[in-house]
């Protein structure tokens, strides 16, 4: 069994080693600090948990392996131009969108796109940070350095969010998961919920867009399609060529985990389809100090990063999983008092959720 060197050492590299452990696969996360040394990384399968990794002699040799899963795919991806233009190429249904050159473009943009637009940096920018919110008389919040280096979008007037997260293997076999309905607070990922049973032409619009974004770039692993809901269809915001936030809950509420899933299709493993036997809530804990009183309740699954608390921060999740919608609703409703007050919205949202 090959190991596999992971490009960044963030939760999501900390997670995908958790999921090897199980199964005898050694599972390296490379930050700043590691000594190259210290691996075996001629033999590994590389991958990242994230697009822009750190920058050192030693991500530098790893991003040049010829065992480097998705190498060049990461920069299409990565970068949010060169992105949107594949879902036109493909066909696929996304917001209108152009790129942002200069300050002069702003009559033709509102004219195009309507009165509301976001502009998103290319490259980098996550979590709702290179993001700007823009009308008519708010240009000026949009810094000089976004210019030639921005697309702007129609903002979408959406009845909710959803994410797929799906696999593909060597073979040109794929899997995936029901959709996640998701809410965001200031561009962050707050909650998520998935249910077992979802609406079928959803997710079959869903499988059939993600299916045809792996194929045509033949990727190999996890992706994840983050969606706007329009009505009875959906429209592709982003994507995510990894692992991610919103596939937290397949720890706990599926039979393999999303971090397993990816390890499974990079090293050529069997990949049946998970099965997901309960409904599932996923609390994300943003600059949210530890609270052992999380643990009081028994549905809660708590996943912590050991990383420095700091607003805005991920700093660990919740995943909450049972087959009755109201034990659940119950659970939810337990951990209110024990969450900052924010947390009240997502919470009614859940329960919401649930109680459709």
């Known amino acids: 069994m090959k190991s596999v060197c ?9 997670m ?43 991500t530098q040799i790893l991003a040049s392996h010829q065992a480097f ?52 940096r290319r490259v980098g920018g996550y979590d709702g940070r290179g993001q700007w919110r823009v009308k008519q008389d708010s240009i000026s919040q949009v810094p000089i350095d976004a210019y030639q280096t921005s ?10 969010e959803m994410s797929l997260i799906g696999a593909r293997n060597y073979a040109g076999d794929t899997v995936f998961y029901p959709l996640t309905h998701n809410l965001h607070q200031d561009g962050i990922l707050n909650m998520s919920v998935v249910f077992p049973d979802v609406d079928n032409t959803l997710q079959q619009q869903a499988q059939t867009m993600l ?31 990894r692992v991610h936030n919103s596939g937290h809950w397949t720890q706990n509420g599926a039979s393999i985990s999303q971090f397993e899933l990816h390890l499974r299709a990079i090293l050529g493993l069997p990949l049946p389809m998970p099965n997901v036997f309960a409904p599932s809530v996923m609390v994300n804990l943003i600059g949210t100090k530890y609270d052992i009183n999380w643990l009081s309740i028994a549905l809660v699954h708590l996943h912590w990063y050991q990383k420095e608390v700091r607003a ?18 119950n659970a939810l ?21 649930l109680a459709q």
């Not at 697309?151 to 909710?160: L, Y």
Request: with cysteine; proline share 6%.
């Open 6 to 14: 992971v490009l960044g050492d963030g939760q999501l590299g900390r």
């Open 16 to 58: 995908l080693k958790q999921a090897g452990e199980p199964l005898g696969i050694h599972v390296y996360p490379v930050g700043l600090d590691i000594l190259p040394a210290s691996i075996p990384y001629q033999d590994c399968i590389i991958t990242a948990e994230i697009e822009r990794w750190p920058d050192t002699p030693f």
């Open 69 to 120: 899963i998705n190498r060049d795919i990461f920069p299409i991806i990565a970068d949010r131009l060169t992105q949107k233009q594949l879902f036109d190429s493909l066909h696929l249904p996304t917001a209108k969108w152009f790129v942002l050159n200069s300050q002069d473009d702003w009559s033709a943009r509102f004219n195009q796109l309507g009165e509301r637009l976001i502009v998103k």
């Open 151 to 160: 697309i702007v979008e129609e903002s979408i007037a959406f009845d909710g």
């Open 211 to 241: 299916s045809t974004i792996m194929n045509k770039l033949n990727y190999i692993g996890v992706m994840a399609m983050e969606c706007f809901v329009v009505g009875d269809k959906l429209l592709i915001n982003e994507l995510a060529p």
């Open 312 to 329: 805005g921060r991920k700093v660990g999740h919740l995943n909450l999983t049972h087959q009755n919608h109201q034990v659940l609703y």
């Open 333 to 353: 409703q337990q951990l209110i008092p024990l969450l900052p007050a924010n947390y009240l919205t997502a919470i009614t949202w859940a329960q919401a959720k």
